[in-house]
Every structure is written in structure tokens, then in C-alpha cells.
């Protein structure tokens, strides 16, 4: 069983930048992967997706501008390079990996085979 393990959250102040990872044993048959944001008192939202198929992303208009996925497969990575960071982009981030391919990645959550744990994000003066 293939896990997703996420790395990288941390506290920073506004402005700031992180970039967390997405580690797992192997992408191999997954064809979506996507970064999920749960806020506190809110439900998990999608933030951004990339898509193994053919490299395109697709990100919420909260984030877009500000984050980047990238993915490494020879490190069976997935990264999210977040700047510009605001006290909203506070929460759990965790990322998702889906088998069904659709020639393109989603931001609902629906679809999405495996998860990880998450890690916290936490932008604050």
C-alpha cells in the first residue's frame, strides 16, 4: 500500500514563503496529485492539483499567483512552493494521489485514492 507522507509546514510570517513535500514510496499509476487545505473551523479545500498524465496544474483563485506544484518522479515527490503567504493560508495541508485518470487533475476531494497525514501551516506575526 502506497503512502503519502507530507513534510515542510512550519509557522512564518506573512509575506513569507514554504515549500512543504509530498513523499511517497512511488507515484507510479496515481495521475492525480493534489494539495489540500483544511482550515481551522472549515472544511478541507482543494488548493492545487497537478497532473502526472501531462504535467498541467490547476490552482483554486485563493492560491493562484502565489503557489506552485512541482513534482519530482525520479524522488517520488511532489512539492508545493507556497509565497506570498497570508494569515488565511493557515491550516492542515495534506496532499492526495488518485488512480483514475481523467487526462487532467481536480481540486474536489472526491476521487482521490490514498492521503496523507498533513502538516501544519501556520502564518502569523
Known amino acids: 500500500q502506497v503512502q503519502l507522507v507530507e513534510s515542510g509546514g512550519g509557522l512564518v510570517e506573512p509575506g513569507g514563503s514554504l515549500t512543504l513535500s509530498c513523499a511517497a514510496s512511488?507515484?507510479?499509476?496515481?495521475?492525480?496529485i493534489g494539495w489540500f487545505r483544511q482550515a481551522p473551523g472549515k472544511e478541507r479545500e482543494g488548493i492545487g492539483c497537478?497532473?502526472?498524465?501531462?504535467?498541467?496544474?490547476f490552482y483554486a483563485e485563493s492560491v493562484k499567483g502565489r503557489f506552485t506544484i512541482s513534482a519530482d518522479w525520479a524522488a517520488n515527490t511532489v512539492y508545493l512552493q507556497m509565497n506570498s503567504l497570508k494569515p488565511d493560508d493557515t491550516g492542515v495541508y495534506s496532499c492526495g494521489a488518485a488512480h483514475f485518470n481523467y487526462g487532467v487533475c481536480w481540486l474536489e476531494r472526491g476521487g482521490y485514492d490514498i492521503w496523507g497525514q498533513g502538516t501544519q501551516v501556520t502564518v502569523s506575526s
Open positions: 497537478f497532473s502526472a498524465s501531462d504535467g498541467s496544474s
Open positions: 512511488e507515484f507510479t499509476g496515481y495521475y492525480s
